[in-house]
């Protein structure tokens, strides 16, 4: 069983950076493919990133291309969404996933674990 805790979240500007955190444990955390995704008020979770195992690959709904970065450090066990030029459309509870098998990135019901989230306001 894996727990994921996401931190990182928080109030800031348009314009401004945020950088989010998930750290996993209870397994092999370098064996997972890890995404981020996102579910503001009234509207459905959606994929924002994924990257795999090795870093090796990343994807990156268009919505944040360009300005969201995601990367990891297995030796920590964790996972990083670096959000730049941040817009208020940009404001929803992010989410940590892990997945043992990376075949649809994009799709929530393919992920096996989640964390909590952690909620990130964009003000404009």
């Known amino acids: 069983q894996v727990q994921l805790v996401e931190s990182g979240g928080g109030l800031v500007q348009a314009g401004g950076s945020l950088r989010l955190s998930c750290v996993g444990s209870?397994?092999?955390?370098?064996?997972?493919?890890m995404g981020w995704f996102r579910q503001a008020p009234g509207k459905e979770r959606e994929f924002v990133a994924a990257?795999?195992?090795?870093?090796?690959?990343?994807y990156y709904a268009d919505s944040v291309k360009g300005r969201f970065t995601i990367s990891r450090d297995n030796a920590k066990n964790t996972v990083y969404l670096q959000m730049n030029s941040l817009k208020p459309e940009d404001t929803a509870v992010y989410f940590c996933?892990?997945?043992?098998?990376?075949?649809?990135?994009?799709?929530?019901?393919?992920?096996?674990?989640w964390g909590q989230g952690t909620q990130v306001t964009v003000s404009s």
């Open positions: 996933a892990a997945d043992r098998v990376f075949i649809t990135p994009r799709v929530a019901g393919s992920y096996d674990y």
């Open positions: 209870g397994g092999t955390f370098s064996r997972y493919y």
């Open positions: 990257i795999s195992w090795s870093a090796g690959n990343t």
